[in-house]
């Protein structure tokens, strides 16, 4: 089983960046596939990006292409989210989550979830 804490939120100006960091333990995360949603009030819970558990490829959705990054750094057990150019839609709580299957963009499919972080972007 692994732990997942997120770090990295604040709030931003429209135009801005932040990176957002998820801090695993009890288990490498290199079995995992590992994902970024998010979850705006009065939404559901929505997918945002994912790193594959072969590590060889990456998905995102449409509103964030060009502009997020996913990335995971295995030695450090750490995954990331740059955002970029960040936009009053991408505010939101960011929540990161692992899965043992190869890639998967649906909620129920992950089996390991963060508490979030907030990301809050002024215009």
């Known amino acids: 089983q692994v732990q997942l804490v997120e770090s990295g939120g604040g709030l931003v100006q429209a135009g801005g960046s932040l990176r957002l960091s998820c801090a695993a333990s009890?288990?490498?995360?290199?079995?995992?596939?590992m994902a970024w949603f998010r979850q705006a009030p009065g939404k559901q819970r929505e997918f945002v990006a994912a790193?594959?558990?072969?590590?060889?490829?990456?998905y995102y959705i449409d509103s964030v292409k060009g502009r997020f990054t996913i990335s995971r750094d295995n030695g450090k057990n750490t995954v990331y989210l740059q955002m970029n150019s960040l936009k009053d839609e991408d505010t939101a709580v960011y929540y990161c989550?692992?899965?043992?299957?190869?890639?998967?963009?649906?909620?129920?499919?992950?089996?390991?979830w963060g508490q979030g972080t907030q990301v809050t972007v002024s215009s």
């Open positions: 790193f594959s558990r072969s590590g060889g490829s990456t």
């Open positions: 009890g288990r490498t995360i290199s079995v995992y596939t």
């Open positions: 989550a692992a899965t043992p299957f190869t890639m998967a963009a649906i909620h129920s499919q992950y089996h390991y």
